[in-house]
């Protein structure tokens, strides 16, 4: 994570979990009352307040560091709508045991403390040092933002790195520009941080909306060569793993790896319509591909800041000129 993340955070604690805290606090009070006393305090009201609040987080935008980070301090699972489920789960079990949904919820509702206290204590820290963050760029109608980071073996040491990622990202921003008919100078690149380095790009909605589906399946091919390996190793652990059963699993592998790219173009075509997608410029929609399922198992990745609220739900296809472009606006 760099500084602007960390600080952003800290913003998106501020002012989406911190005024949920009162709201938390009335629901596990009442229940810690009727855990105690046989007078019981209704709790629909109070179960919709913290319903209405838990549910409003906005966790779709955070950045997977973000997330990830939550996830490592332990709180993730108590925000948004996936911490309206767990306090919903939690107090159904109160009808058989009080005392131990009082207890649950009660840790939750100071797990949540901690973290706002803990970047509370961040930002102050920050800011007696003068670090405040950059603004980070936001995506608009025009432009998506997405950051490329170049870690593990996919890391940038030296300028021959640097030289040989930038060809491998450039044939991956022209296949994908090159099949909604743009051209690979419509990605930008509007900054990049240190570290395990971090370059931040930026392009249109529809080249944006493409790559995403683009992440989405190889993601899914990367998973499975995974899940195959894992199963080799357990199975070689246990002893049970014998010459001909071993074979047949690495050559699926080899089988998923040789034949995902184009699998993956063919589900892109069913997915959005390319029925004229021009032979050449399918050529290097299947190298960018390619590339970025390289890129992906070596260890970079890749983190796509969320468009706003209202252009979320827009579908896309082919228009009148042939183009790919924004066609109608689904409620």
Known sequence: MDINEVTGLADWIEQWVLPSMGTYEHLVAALEQNANNTTKVPLRDYLEALRISLSAMPTEQLTKRQSDLLRKIGVYELIGKPGWQFIEATVKQGNFDPATTAQDSRRAKQDLDKLVTLFDRVRATLRDVMITGEVTPESSEKLVIFRVQFDGDASIKDVTDLKNYAIDWHDIARG?????????????????????????????????????LIMKEVSQIIKTGLDITNTINDFREKRILDAEVEKVLKKKKQKLEEEGPQEILARLKEHISYSELPPENEGFLKKSIEKFIDFTKKGGDVDMIPPPTPFRNWSWGRGTTGKFERLEHRH
């Open 176 to 212: 994908i520009t090159l099949a909604v008919g743009e051209r690979p100078e419509d990605v930008v690149v509007k900054g990049a941080s240190t570290g395990s380095i971090i370059v931040t790009l930026a392009t249109t909605y529809v080249a944006a909306k493409l790559f995403a």
